[in-house]
């Protein structure tokens, strides 16, 4: 695993297709939690095994593979390189057909319709575009346009009822900004839920009303 120079190189597309082309095919790498670790909170916050999910920044995560391995098959992946798309649809095609793999950037989510998607999931991603910030309690204004446009197109994608879930080291003091303010358009609820025992992650969900 080729890891970045300098943190902020975690937000850079170059950054991320130079590391998947050097990977091996079977490569994977998840951030945080497995799915194993969140199963029991996925299954709670998704009860349908037919929802359709949007996965944020998937990369070569297994969480995606899991979550078909525990039922629910209707998962659209994207991620902004192109490399890892390529590599991730020549790895399921075959074994996991019902999932889909597109190169979208999730400021953007270009060609996905409004109110098409059941859930959206988001682990790491967004952590991803803050690492150019030294300041967590002052974050640079394109951290803040970066997170708050891909929050903005989630609520977008979302049907009614939807709910976007966020899993991340962040603390609510940090994070909640992000999944709050004038860039929500429509009426939510936030549930904010700690997971671990020692050092804490945060799954926050935000549910479409």
Request: proline residues 4%; contains cysteine; hydrophobic residues 35%.
């Amino acid at each position: 695993m080729s890891l970045p120079h300098k943190n902020e190189e975690y937000g850079t597309e170059v950054y991320w297709d130079k590391r998947y082309e050097q990977e091996a095919e079977d490569a994977s790498f998840d951030w945080f939690k497995t799915y194993a670790d969140v199963a029991h909170d996925i299954r709670k916050f998704i009860p349908s095994r037919d929802a359709r999910i949007l996965m944020l920044g998937c990369g070569n995560s297994k969480f995606s593979e899991d979550m078909w391995e525990d039922g629910y098959k209707n998962i659209v992946n994207v991620d902004y390189s192109p490399v890892v798309i390529e590599k991730m649809r020549n790895r399921h095609k075959d074994a996991r057909p019902e999932m889909t793999w597109e190169v979208k950037d999730v400021r953007t989510l270009d060609g996905l319709d409004a109110s098409s998607f059941d859930v959206a999931i988001d682990k790491g991603t967004m952590d991803a575009m803050m690492t150019s910030s030294t300041d967590v309690w002052d974050p640079p204004e394109q951290v803040i346009k970066d997170c708050t446009a891909e929050v903005s197109q989630v609520i977008r994608v979302l049907k009614r009822n939807g709910i976007f879930i966020y899993i991340t080291f962040g603390q609510p003091h940090f994070r909640r900004r992000y999944l709050t303010g004038p860039h929500i358009t429509r009426n939510t609820s936030l549930e904010i839920n700690q997971l671990g025992e020692s050092f804490h992650y945060y799954m926050y969900t935000l549910r479409m009303l």
